[in-house]
């Protein structure tokens, strides 16, 4: 498991008795590297959404976790955010709460000339993705060629 994976494990496990006591949901772990620096990110959600007093209070009693594990050997910063709308559909709580719901496609590579596609969530298993467009033909992906999966939205 690379490093990387380990973190965003072993602070899921950390982070995951706050949440649920708090009473909301951890939606994704991410430990990232944006312009030179590393960032720890924890996303969390309710229903009726996410406030900024929430991201603080999860914040605050997670930090002290932090100083005392000590686990994590870069400097980083720790965040704790919405998921936001363009949500992304990564573990199986995702994809099943997601069922009925138009989602985008990004594949890596392009499939019949095109590497985005949007439709209705119409099924999922451990290795595809299922989707159906409104003409009712379906379009099933291999997840090992999705690049990204989300709640599509619309302005």
């Keep these: 498991m690379a490093r990387r994976e380990e973190y965003?494990?072993?602070?899921?496990?950390?982070?995951?008795?706050?949440?649920?006591?708090?009473?909301?949901?951890?939606?994704?772990?991410?430990?990232?590297?944006?312009?030179?620096?590393?960032?720890l990110r924890a996303y969390i959600d309710k229903p009726g959404g996410i406030t900024v007093d929430d991201c603080e209070a999860v914040s605050r009693e997670f930090s002290d976790i932090l100083d005392e594990k000590d686990y994590i050997e870069d400097s980083y910063i720790f965040e704790v955010s919405s998921p936001g709308l363009g949500r992304p559909l990564k573990k199986e709580k995702d994809f099943k709460r997601s069922l009925g719901e138009e989602v985008?496609?990004?594949?890596?590579?392009?499939?019949?000339?095109?590497?985005?596609?949007?439709?209705?969530?119409?099924?999922?298993?451990?290795?595809?993705?299922?989707?159906?467009?409104?003409?009712?033909?379906?379009?099933t992906f291999e997840k090992k060629e999705i690049a990204l999966i989300r709640l599509a939205f619309d302005f």
């Design 104 to 139: 985008e496609v990004r594949t890596y590579r392009a499939i019949d000339h095109q590497k985005e596609f949007i439709g209705i969530l119409d099924g999922y298993d451990k290795d595809t993705v299922t989707i159906a467009y409104e003409d009712g033909e379906k379009q």
């Design 8 to 39: 965003e494990q072993k602070t899921e496990t950390l982070l995951e008795p706050i949440i649920t006591r708090l009473g909301f949901e951890l939606v994704d772990v991410e430990y990232v590297k944006e312009g030179g620096q590393w960032y």
